[in-house]
């Protein structure tokens, strides 16, 4: 969709619809959210709706980036000590490597 043809009117419904799409655990949303509308809050000529874009923008930045971390740090720690966690790490393992740990 190109946004330079929808109206701001409409622009704003998308983003906040986007924005409340993330909280369904959903943080890919949130970073298209940030990125997709990341011009048309900070770049473009001041307009009434720009206010509300920038301030759901921000927040899908922040949720996108503490969801990566999360995310990240929940890889990191599952991959380094799978083998730690016993039976548990097993059956939430999708697949098992094999050899010796």
Excluded: H
Excluded at 48 to 65: C, M, N, P, T, W
Excluded at 72 to 89: K, L, M
């Amino acid at each position: 969709m190109d946004l330079s043809k929808v109206k701001n009117n409409e622009k704003l419904e998308l983003c906040s619809w986007y924005f409340r799409a993330g909280f369904f655990g959903l943080p890919i949303v949130w970073f298209v959210n940030a990125v997709w509308f990341f011009n048309e809050a900070f770049r473009k000529p001041v307009y009434e709706e720009q206010r509300a874009i920038k301030r759901y923008v921000i927040f899908s930045g922040i949720g996108a980036l503490i969801w990566s971390i999360v995310i990240g740090t929940w890889v990191y720690i599952f991959q380094s000590y799978r083998v730690a966690f016993g039976e548990f790490g097993d059956s939430i393992s999708f697949v098992i490597p094999t050899g010796v740990p």
